[in-house]
């Protein structure tokens, strides 16, 4: 079946740096765009980025652009998440998240499947 | 960006009860729309998306309907299982993916 593992979360400083992974499992990761999602304690969700398929597409959050720098590796089907500048405000649970379907034929791309998570705490 | 506001912020109802939780776009986003189930601690799952279509294995009586600006999620039938956050969200395009705020649903 299909399986998200995020690694890589933490404590760190403000305005250090943290790398989040995301084994993916039970799919053929290379025909699907994947995305970032984070919750901060308590609160809703929010979109972080999004990668095409082949990885040649991304778009941020405004939150989060020129800071944070998805990619992926369809040969080791992992999803990376790179954050620099880190602030309290990036503070959260980081979601990684597959879409519903891929390919032209495919108008609705919602997200089917989420990791478990991985907490970032940004604290001095 | 386009903002998704989620109506009311929590509410209350029996078992049995028909629910009715609201989100509204600032701008039409067709049928763009999903709904997530949050249960305490756990991963959002997703419930409906292109508006009304159920996502397999999620019971019937979760519905949901709408277009352009307004949507609604229903659920017939209240159930204990149901207690969660539940979030509507607009995947139209990124970067203009947005989440409402979230429903909390509670068992009175």
């Known amino acids: 079946q299909v399986q998200l593992v995020e690694s890589g979360g933490g404590v760190v400083q403000p305005g250090r740096s943290l790398r989040l992974s995301c084994a993916a499992s039970g799919f053929t990761f290379s025909t699907y765009g994947m995305h970032w999602v984070r919750q901060a304690p308590g609160k809703g969700l929010e979109w972080v980025a999004e990668?095409?398929?082949?990885?040649?597409?991304?778009k941020y959050a405004e939150s989060v652009k020129g800071r944070f720098t998805i990619s992926r590796d369809n040969f080791d089907n992992t999803l990376d998440l790179q954050m620099n500048s880190l602030g309290p405000e990036d503070t959260a649970v980081y979601y990684c998240?597959?879409?519903?379907?891929?390919?032209?034929?495919?108008?609705?791309?919602?997200?089917?499947?989420w990791g478990q998570g991985s907490l970032v705490t940004v604290s001095s | 960006d386009i903002q998704m506001t989620q109506s009311p912020s929590s509410l209350s109802a029996s078992v049995g009860d028909r629910v009715t939780i609201t989100c509204r776009a600032s701008q039409g986003i067709s049928n763009y729309l999903a709904w997530y189930q949050q249960r305490p601690g756990k991963l959002p799952k997703l419930l409906i998306y292109a508006a009304s279509t159920l996502q397999s294995g999620v019971p019937s009586r979760f519905s949901g309907s709408g277009s352009g600006t307004s949507f609604t999620l229903t659920i017939s039938s209240l159930q204990p299982e149901d207690v969660a956050s539940y979030f509507c969200q607009n995947y139209n395009s990124a970067p203009s993916i947005t989440f409402g705020q979230g429903t909390r649903l509670e068992i009175k």
């Open positions: 990668i095409s398929d082949d990885g040649n597409n991304k």
């Open positions: 998240a597959k879409v519903l379907c891929s390919g032209s034929s495919c108008p609705h791309r919602p997200f089917d499947c």
